[in-house]
């Protein structure tokens, strides 16, 4: 089993930043790739960005240029780094760990941008 602890989501304003991070812990073999998903009221999940073991990293065009994501191997954490964010942003974002047939899933965060 893996266990994964997001923090970092909030209330923001359209433009303003927000930082999400994502702790592993337990059973975690290498390699894996770890990605950001979300989902917003009547929509299906999305994958919002992923980053494989060798830093290969995969981004939904909605959010190129705008977000970054990155891991600390030595931490098994992963990050999400959203800038010039905008209303259409607003979901919970699911921290998500995946190798071979397994998948584990954060609790969610939500963010919110609005003024």
């Known amino acids: 089993q893996v266990q994964l602890v997001e923090s970092g989501g909030g209330l923001v304003q359209p433009g303003g930043s927000l930082r999400l991070s994502c702790a592993a812990s337990?059973?975690?073999?290498?390699?894996?790739?770890m990605g950001w998903y979300r989902q917003a009221p009547g929509k299906q999940r999305e994958l919002v960005a992923s980053?494989?073991?060798?830093?290969?990293?995969n981004y939904v065009d909605s959010v190129k240029g705008r977000f970054t994501i990155s891991r600390d191997n030595a931490k098994n954490t992963v990050y999400l780094q959203m800038n010039s964010l905008k209303p259409e942003d607003t979901a919970v974002y699911y921290c998500?760990?995946?190798?071979?047939?397994?998948?584990?899933w954060g609790q969610g965060t939500q963010v919110t941008v609005s003024s």
């Open positions: 980053i494989t073991a060798g830093a290969i990293i």
């Open positions: 337990g059973s975690i073999f290498t390699p894996y790739t």
């Open positions: 998500n760990y995946a190798r071979s047939t397994n998948n584990y």
